[in-house]
């Protein structure tokens, strides 16, 4: 529970990141926050008290495994990277820009699975969600009650 608790605070805590900076445009509602699932996965370390050092790496994947065959959390595309290679390359037209798709594709393999927040999670813990951060306004409850 402790690691479930320290999930989604380290996800609306990236999710208001990306609010933060702007980049809210990928969803009306929701949190806009992902994170990897090695970055998941070493949040283990992370915990205090007296759940330190109590889960190891076989146990944290089987917990993000059924937290997402629960519906707590959910895979996500990954997020936009900021980087703009477009510069770096001053071959001919038609060759550079293949050459981008191409790196592009394989850099978009290697990021790995990301989570986000699942249904579950907004469903029952909603309260909890606006604790740690999240705003009213982008609580997928909210949609109903403007109805």
């Known amino acids: 529970m402790a690691y479930f608790r320290l999930v989604i605070e380290k996800i609306v805590e990236k999710g208001i990141e990306v609010l933060d900076e702007g980049n809210n ?13 090695m970055e998941l996965i070493n949040l283990r370390t992370d915990m205090t008290g007296s759940h330190k050092d109590k889960l190891s790496i076989l146990q944290t994947e089987q917990a993000l495994e059924t937290l997402e065959n629960e519906g707590w959390l959910v895979r996500v595309a990954p997020p936009d990277e900021e980087e703009d290679d477009e510069d770096s390359d001053d ?3 038609g060759m550079s820009k293949k050459r981008k798709k191409r790196s592009s594709s394989k850099r978009m ?10 249904p579950r999670s ?3 813990l909603g ?3 606006q604790k740690v951060g999240l705003p009213a ?4 409850q909210s949609i ?4």
């Open 144 to 147: 109903l009650h403007r109805v």
């Open 122 to 124: 907004f469903m029952e």
């Open 109 to 118: 393999s290697l990021k790995g699975t990301f989570y986000g927040i699942g």
């Open 25 to 37: 445009s990928s969803a009306a509602v929701g949190c806009p926050g992902a994170m990897n699932r």
């Open 127 to 129: 309260d909890f969600l």
């Open 91 to 93: 071959d001919e037209g």
């Open 137 to 140: 306004d982008r609580m997928p």
